[in-house]
């Protein structure tokens, strides 16, 4: 099981990544991330949106509003090119941590 | 199904955004329990267990306020940098070493009252270059997606810089040198004021008023 601290971490390389395929909104970006990691990786309401705004703050991703077929009004969160230009250096960065913690940790792959 | 709309209202009434953005928050919020709520709803479970799943979404509704309002505080420090300071700190360097240059080369005020404190001094050339430094002031802020006030803070630094001086120093000067007459010393301090803070501030707000004709006449066409 993965701890906290990490998943935490790892927050803002897995919303860059859904987001980096389509537009999802806030609901949607944790299904797509709980459903991707096979349920290591879940984002509760109160996990979510703080982040997502700090997202947007630094406009990495940018929401707006779209009305669906039945009605409902839902906040949809594209990746923007700041955001899409932040994915490689933090996927370097993960790749290097996680290359790092098989030598020290003698973890092998899955 | 619940009323997830009122459920959040009812939870985050501690949370001092702005009317519009705190709607949208709530709006949003809402919107994602009503969501979560849904897919329990269509994976079987009951009513009550659906309702409780969904709530366990927000173990502390205290803490998501705060981490919402500290989200968009940072948010708010980085727009305060980028659309104040920034294009403050330029246009305020870029007046003052632009007259320093002028004195430099040898260039003397055009004074109404020469030899005298409370006539209007007036460096033409540098007051007429003032609207260009608002301008790009101007440009930096909005270019930062400011509006409004603070364009013109930041464009007219220069002059609300000394503004704020001659406020903080003209108390002394009615102190200080008892000798001089009151009237004298107050005249002094008016005809400083438009020198320095009033032509220099119209001259910066007419460079803010350019750039943004300018702008728009790039939006129309």
């Known amino acids: 099981m993965i701890r906290t601290e990490l998943k935490r971490g790892t927050a803002e390389l897995a919303i860059l990544s859904v987001l980096e395929q389509q537009p999802l909104h806030g609901y949607e970006i944790s299904r797509r991330i709980e459903q991707d990691s096979a349920g290591a990786l879940r984002f509760t309401l109160a996990a979510l949106y703080p982040l997502l705004y700090r997202m947007e703050n630094r406009g990495w991703v940018r929401g707006q509003w779209e009305t669906s077929d039945n009605g409902r009004r839902r906040r949809c969160y594209k990746l923007l090119p700041r955001g899409r230009k932040m994915l490689a250096p933090l996927r370097a960065e993960w790749a290097d941590l996680f290359r790092a913690m098989r030598r020290v940790a003698k973890v092998n792959h899955a | ?221």
């Open chain 2, 1 to 221: 199904m619940p009323d997830w709309l009122a459920y959040v209202n009812a939870h985050l009434d501690r949370l001092s955004l702005p009317e519009a953005e705190s709607l949208q928050v709530r709006e949003e919020l809402a919107a994602h329990l009503e969501d979560t709520y849904l897919s329990l709803r269509a994976q079987g479970a009951s009513e009550s267990e659906a309702v409780r799943l969904t709530c366990d979404q927000v173990s502390s509704w205290q803490g998501l306020c705060r981490d919402i309002l500290s989200a968009r505080s940072e948010a708010f420090m980085e727009n305060r940098v980028s659309q104040l300071w920034i294009p403050g700190l330029v246009t305020l360097f870029s007046a003052y070493v632009l007259l320093a240059l002028m004195q430099f080369a040898g260039l003397r005020a055009m004074s109404s009252h020469p030899g005298e404190p409370r006539g209007i001094v007036l460096y033409l050339p540098w007051i007429l270059s003032l609207p260009l430094i608002g301008a790009i002031g101007a440009y930096l802020s909005r270019r930062a997606q400011a509006t409004g006030w603070r364009v013109y803070f930041a464009a007219s630094l220069p002059a609300l810089a000394l503004g704020v001086l001659f406020l903080l120093i003209s108390p002394l000067a009615f102190v200080l040198d008892p000798h001089v007459p009151l009237s004298i010393k107050a005249t002094a301090l008016a005809a400083g004021l438009v020198n320095w803070v009033i032509l220099p501030g119209i001259a910066l707000c007419i460079g803010v008023a350019l750039q943004s004709l300018r702008k728009m006449r790039g939006a129309h066409s």
